[in-house]
């Protein structure tokens, strides 16, 4: 079959710009690859693209490759001639040939002739298109951010010189996938027609197959290179050196020694938690009988967990402490559904049944320590008491900071005007340290030991609350590799009413959960992470009638980042903007 040269030759000069027509994004913006040495049929090709594709359009001229197109295949290279692409419709890879062309079907030749009349054997422009489009929808299967999901995907062949007959070249290479002469002034309309055509064929799987591949095809093909750390890596490092750093903290642990009756001041990360574990574990070794509490439930759960293979140690926080020393489970009492009546029995009734069964069971313990003991109330001490045979000289170590002190009707802590002070931030890079010192003032009487660290970043709200948070993640997960289980996202409301648990459709392909779950981003509150730490914090929705609370939260909620820190808002405490 051999199909001939038009009789004009190709047009390549641009098109009149009589009027402002919103253009395709061109890759390169400067125009096709090779510039002078381009081939007058691809240089058309991006000229009539570029006018007749609109700005939602996405092509890149001279795309390589280095993948597979199916598994188990050898790993191979190629190049692209356009990939041509649209977040709703998916991606379509055309080859470009000008001059003639044939095909021998006894040989599977194929040549092109060009306007001498000379011919040139080439690779099958169709396998080509085919194989590359397939190989760079499984090159974006590989990002960081893919999912099970996939978007529609096709292929094409432009002969922008003849006119190819109904049946096509081959079952493969069919009319149907070859933009000929006919299209030659309509070339943008026959490039979505046929990638609806293929919609049929290789539709988009999945309720929401472009949320990810879009961002892994513009970084696939539009992000810049250079040669950088991830962050991913950037955070272990600086992890690991702030744990070599974090030892000489417990050198205080020798002058507590000698001490029975201490307390313990120290902003956040200057290891309060870190050493009440320690001090809990000596007390035990030396064979005490210990008592560990705290005000969060998170963090007494990583109490309990940290000492769990130490004996004569009791770790949990102070509620879950009354229900278990108390045997409330067993005994069918219950909180109350009513929100004043339960809040009537976290902070009064709960004490009461504490203090009566230490009374009726003698239960007794040698050594109190307490962690956020700015928090705790007076008749909760009360209680605690209950549970030694002399409280005035029973050994009690109460480590506090009075800046996220989240109860104004908490009793002041014993003995807190001859307390120690923790004066060096282990935890916070000195990045994080320096933003906490513009929120809360006590943290510039910390020195920071730690690492540089990453600066913090501050996203605006823009557009949308979910598109911004998309944007970090992508930043994070994407390009940085960071895993989602190294990342919490604090809320200054409750996890369950946060705008990213209620908009998490729209997060794809980004996971985000209130529980714990591979693979998922943690939703947690700022309070109720108290205590806490996570490598990576994107903290979130302070509120904005409320300054002073803000505040507080802000400053708990961003000191619980040990590497890098996001805030998502629209200024920053202290009236800053991103």
Wanted: with cysteine; proline share 8%.
């Amino acid at each position: 079959m051999r199909l001939w040269l038009s009789q004009s030759p190709l047009d390549v000069r641009p098109l009149r710009r009589d009027a402002p027509v919103p253009m395709a994004r061109m890759i390169p913006a400067t125009g096709p690859r090779g510039g002078a040495r381009c081939p007058p049929a691809e240089a058309w090709v991006y000229d009539r693209l570029a006018r007749g594709l609109d700005e939602r359009w996405t092509v890149v001229h001279g795309a390589p490759w280095v993948g597979r197109a199916r598994p188990g295949e050898p790993l191979r290279d190629g190049e692209a001639t356009f990939v041509v692409a649209h977040p709703l419709h998916g991606l379509l890879v055309l080859e470009v040939q000008g001059g003639g062309l044939r095909f021998e079907p006894s040989s599977g030749t194929w040549t092109r002739t060009d306007a001498t009349g000379s011919l040139d054997v080439i690779p099958d422009p169709y396998r080509t298109a085919s194989h590359a489009a397939e190989a760079i929808v499984a090159k974006l299967g590989e990002h960081p951010l893919a999912s099970a999901l996939r978007p529609t995907f096709g292929h094409g062949v432009v002969l922008p010189d003849i006119q190819v007959p109904g049946r096509g070249f081959a079952p493969h290479a069919s009319a149907e996938i070859t933009l000929d002469l006919r299209q030659r002034d309509k070339l943008a309309d026959g490039v979505v027609a046929l990638l609806k055509r293929w919609g049929k064929d290789h539709p988009a799987l999945g309720l929401d197959p472009n949320s990810w591949w879009w961002r892994a095809f513009e970084d696939l093909f539009l992000a810049p290179r250079d040669a950088r750390v991830l962050l991913r890596d950037r955070i272990h490092a600086d992890r690991e050196r702030m744990i070599e750093l974090s030892e000489p903290q417990l050198r205080i642990l020798d002058m507590l020694a000698r001490r029975r009756r201490q307390a313990v001041h120290g902003t956040a990360g200057t290891g309060k938690t870190l050493l009440a574990i320690r001090k809990a574990e000596l007390l035990a070794r030396q064979g005490q009988r210990v008592l560990l509490t705290c005000y969060n439930k998170a963090l007494g759960h990583h109490l309990r967990d940290a000492l769990a293979h130490v004996p004569n140690v009791k770790a949990l926080h102070f509620h879950e402490l009354c229900f278990d020393l108390a045997d409330l489970q067993r005994r069918g009492i219950e909180v109350p559904t009513d929100p004043r009546a339960a809040q009537q029995f976290y902070d009064v009734e709960l004490a009461e049944h504490l203090a009566h069964a230490a009374k009726e069971r003698g239960i007794t313990f040698d050594a109190l320590v307490v962690d956020e003991a700015q928090d705790f109330l007076p008749n909760w001490w009360r209680a605690l008491d209950a549970l030694f045979v002399d409280p005035q000289r029973s050994i009690r170590y109460s480590f506090f900071d009075q800046a996220q002190r989240l109860r104004a009707d908490a009793a002041p802590v014993e003995g807190a005007d001859e307390a120690v002070e923790l004066v060096v931030n282990w935890r916070n890079t000195r990045a994080i340290h320096e933003h906490l010192t513009q929120v809360e003032p006590r943290m510039r009487a910390a020195d920071c030991a730690a690492p540089p660290g990453l600066p913090v970043e501050v996203e605006p709200l823009t557009p949308t609350y979910a598109k911004a948070l998309v944007r970090v993640l992508t930043r994070l997960c994407g390009q940085g590799a960071v895993k989602p289980e190294e990342i919490v996202l604090l809320t200054g409301r409750a996890p369950a009413r946060s705008r990213a648990v209620r908009e998490a459709a729209h997060l794809l392909p980004f996971r985000v959960t209130t529980a714990d779950e591979p693979g998922a981003i943690r939703v947690r509150g700022v309070q109720a992470f108290k205590g806490m730490e996570a490598p990576v914090v994107v903290l979130t929705e302070l509120p904005d009638d409320m300054p002073e609370r803000a505040r507080q939260l802000h400053y708990i909620g961003a000191s619980r980042a040990t590497s890098h820190l996001v805030v998502l808002a629209d200024a920053v405490i202290g009236g800053g903007a991103p």
